[in-house]
């Protein structure tokens, strides 16, 4: 019990109180539990949710520098007592006993998370009177505000029925036929060509080699061949991210609210278990991008072959843009869309499409994907979640490479 060291005050907040000195043979200890449960069940409990599971703790028989614990008690007497104070259908909480020397023991008083009720004081009592409402804060259970009270009646003030809320992701992901088996078999046939070069290529020095554009000695030819089959073969579709990232078409979140209820402070959670996200990349002017990315040059010449333009959907110039769409995780997807303010009867959609979707399948696919969500908003004390689909485009992507490089390199 290292935390005894720091004596009790040092270590109290909002979820957590010391006390070294509480009888609960007397009322005075006894009321001192209650008050404790009071101000731990009138937290806010967002605040309380940081610590302890939104759980507080109240440990009796700890002082500064040593754990002396506190002598026996009937346990009836301190929940009459409780009960008396805080109401027949208080609070829920409930005390765990732990030995220390003879017949004394630390008591942890546990109680339950807040549910965002308000619980005043039913009885007077011990330091506590009759209506008032207390709180527990950073190091001290108290009367609560006049502003805090407000923030309280405004937590459990009843909800006229959750809104109904309609989310859509607009768009397609991408379904993409990858056989990395039949890659592999593309990639030693490169492999083949490139060793073909390699063992009739024009010896240095030569005329013919004069007007040639490369610079490299048959040797470093070889080399790079090798290096670049060992990792080709170990990742066969290294390349397929960037591919996706610059040619796929981005997806947008949709949020409609049919109803007369304003949201603020909205969030909104989206999972597609079964994809990938990426973020959209711009594919610049005249750039040109691989499957196999890093192949060695063709011996004399760059013959790096351009995207087909009917490989993936066409890109798209990038522009400046507010990227409200949030990757929260790639794999599986996770994304996350915010809404400062959402108005009755108004529909949202996010600006741009930042977002890229795929998955690998082994087979042809046309299936939608299930996209799963969850809201949560300033207005509401409750989670809305809810499901829809998002159809997918495929792609045979092993059939476009081996056209693609089936022509002589």
Known sequence: MQWAAAGDDRLERFFLELKSDVDLNTQHGRHKVAKFILGAANRSPAQAARRLEGSAVLLLGVSGGAVTGIPGFEAKDLEREVRKLAGADGPGWDFEQIPVEGDRDVIAVIVDPPTGRVWPCMADGDGLKNGDVYIRGDGDTRKATGAELVAMMNRSAPVQGLPLLDVQVVGKALALLLDE??????????????????????????????????????????????????????????????????????????????????????????????????????????????????????????????????FLP?????????????????????????????????????????????????????????????????????????????????KNLTGIVAVLYGEEI
Not at 316 to 322: I, K, Q, S, T
Not at 385 to 394: A, I, M, N, Y
Request: proline fraction near 6%; aromatic fraction near 6%; glycine fraction near 6%.
């Open 181 to 310: 088996d039949e890659l592999r078999t593309e990639i030693r046939g490169l492999l083949d060509d490139y060793r073909e070069q390699a063992r009739t290529s024009i010896t240095r020095g030569s005329f013919a080699s004069v007007i040639m554009t490369d610079r490299r000695s048959r040797e470093e030819f070889e080399r790079e061949i090798v290096k670049w089959g060992e990792a080709a073969l170990a990742d066969p579709s290294a390349g397929v991210r960037e591919i996706v990232a610059r040619c796929g078409d981005g997806v947008r979140i949709r949020v409609r609210n049919p109803s007369r209820q304003p949201l603020r402070e909205v969030r909104l959670d989206v999972y597609i278990d079964a994809a990938t996200a990426l973020d959209w990349e711009e594919l610049r002017e005249g750039e040109t991008i691989e499957l196999f990315p890093d192949r060695p040059l063709r011996w004399g010449r760059d013959i790096s072959l351009p995207l087909s333009s009917n």
């Open 314 to 394: 066409t890109y798209r110039p990038a522009g400046e843009r507010d990227r409200t769409v949030e990757i929260v995780r790639e794999n599986p997807a996770q994304l996350s869309f915010t809404i400062d303010h959402l108005r009755p009867e108004e529909d949202v959609q996010s600006d741009d499409d930042d977002v890229v979707l795929f998955v690998q399948v082994p087979k042809e696919r046309h299936t939608p994907l299930t996209v799963r969500w969850k809201l949560s908003a300033g207005d509401i004390p409750d989670l809305l979640e809810g499901q829809t689909t998002l159809p997918v485009e495929f």
